[in-house]
């Protein structure tokens, strides 16, 4: 996990101090849970992510940071390869997805065109006709998810794209979500 702080978006680039106002916090936890898809492997990894992500949530995490003072002022982002296909029943993304706390953001602004992130080579093809039946080809198995809470910064997601572009679907078996 990754604690990263934003300056406000309208704050002067040239200035280094910012006041505690100014800034916004937001975890980044970056995750790769187990291959064995609908597994008790995989569910379990997700159960123990998840409770280790709810432990510290909404305080803070035990940091070096007054987490009285971060606590309310702060984001949560769970991204990786979650190794789920979207509608799979007993899957690690179904487990992470109970509890109603998270939200999938490419259900704000991904589309369905483009969706596949495994495997990449479906990507590789240049025809027309391969374009229509590429999200088709493959699945998605790899998330960026928001946590959603009273106590918590909600996250605004403009655009959400898989990274199938160029040389990057041959660096992997997967794609990119970003």
């Not at 065109?113 to 493959?138: E, I």
């Amino acid at each position: 996990a990754v604690l990263l702080e934003i300056p406000k978006a309208d704050q002067d680039q040239d200035h280094h101090h910012h006041h505690e106002n100014d800034v916004k916090r937001m975890w980044v936890v970056n995750t790769h849970i187990s291959h064995k898809i609908c597994s008790e492997e995989q569910r379990s990894h997700a159960k123990e992510l998840t409770s280790w992500i709810n432990s510290f949530a909404v305080s803070g995490m035990d940091t070096n940071l007054d987490t009285e003072k971060i606590a309310r002022k702060h984001a949560m982002i769970l991204c990786g390869d979650l190794n789920s296909p979207v509608s799979l029943p007993r899957t690690g993304l179904s487990v992470i997805m109970a509890d109603g706390k998270w939200t999938d953001l490419w259900n704000h602004h991904g589309t369905y065109d483009n969706s596949a992130t495994m495997p990449s080579s479906v990507y590789k093809s240049k025809s027309r006709l391969s374009s229509f039946f590429k999200p088709m080809l493959g699945m998605r198995i790899d998330y960026i998810l928001s946590y959603r809470s009273e106590d918590l910064l909600s996250v605004i997601c403009n655009e959400i794209k898989v990274l199938n572009e160029g040389g990057h679907p041959e660096a992997s078996d997967h794609c990119a979500v970003w």
